[in-house]
């Protein structure tokens, strides 16, 4: 389910950026979350800006599973 965080809550374990309060997240059924529908900026080691959608958007379109529960 998408919702929005209330309190900063560690890193998300698909980007390792942290979810801060504010964060637009997914909640999946084993209770993890990960960023949702937001677009990031990130500079890679050549300084070059990459782009990439919500991080669970991402996973989804190649897994169908909790990236940390992977068997649920």
Same mark, same amino acid.
């Given at each position: 389910?998408?919702?929005?965080?209330?309190?900063?809550? %560690?890193?998300?374990? $698909?980007?390792?950026?942290?979810? /801060? /309060? %504010?964060?637009? $997240?997914? @909640?999946?059924?084993?209770?993890? $979350?990960? +960023?949702?529908? /937001?677009?990031?900026? @990130?500079?890679? $080691?050549? !300084? /070059?800006?990459?782009? !990439?959608? %919500?991080?669970? #958007?991402?996973? !989804?379109?190649?897994? @169908?599973?909790?990236?940390? +529960?992977?068997? #649920?």
């Amino acid at each position: 389910s998408e919702d929005v965080l209330s309190k900063d809550a %560690g890193e998300c374990a $698909i980007c390792l950026e942290e979810l /801060q /309060q %504010g964060d637009t $997240i997914a @909640r999946l059924p084993c209770l993890c $979350i990960y +960023h949702k529908g /937001q677009v990031f900026l @990130r500079v890679d $080691i050549n !300084f /070059q800006k990459v782009a !990439f959608m %919500g991080c669970i #958007d991402e996973w !989804f379109e190649v897994n @169908r599973s909790c990236p940390e +529960h992977p068997s #649920d």
